[in-house]
Nanobody
Framework: QVQLVESGGGSVEAGGSMRLACEAS????????MGWFRQDSRGERLGVAA?????????HYGGSVKGRFTVSHDNARNTLYLQMDNMKPEDAGMYYC????????????????WGQGTQVTVSS
């Protein structure tokens, strides 16, 4: 099993930047994909980014974050990062780190393992 722990949430003004981190532990050798989802005020979980960890394929980004958000992975630290720039009020929500051993997409059903989430607030 894989465990995920997010960090780095908080408050930022619109136009500002924030970086989230997600440290994976446990059976990390079997991770195929890691990503981020944002839960909005309606409770819907929206795909932000999904990165292939053990395959050389392009990273998936949600349409609203393309060009503003960047995901990266530190293999030595087993940590996934989400760099968020030029943030907007609609980026606010609970951000969840996810991982899966077989699938990689922006659909929440593709991921077996979820972290506890970290809250992000963006003030206008």
């Amino acid at each position: 099993q894989v465990q995920l722990v997010e960090s780095g949430g908080g408050s930022v003004e619109a136009g500002g930047s924030m970086r989230l981190a997600c440290e994976a532990s446990g059976d990390t050798d079997n991770i195929y994909c890691m990503g981020w989802f944002r839960q909005d005020s309606r409770g819907e979980r929206l795909g932000v980014a999904a990165k292939y960890i053990s395959a050389d394929h392009p990273t998936h980004y949600g349409g609203s974050v393309k060009g503003r958000f960047t995901v990266s992975h530190d293999n030595a630290r087993n940590t996934l990062y989400l760099q968020m720039d030029n943030m907007k009020p609609e980026d606010a929500g609970m951000y969840y780190c996810v991982a899966d051993a077989a699938y990689c997409s922006l659909s929440p059903g593709s991921f077996e393992t979820w972290g506890q989430g970290t809250q992000v607030t963006v003030s206008s």
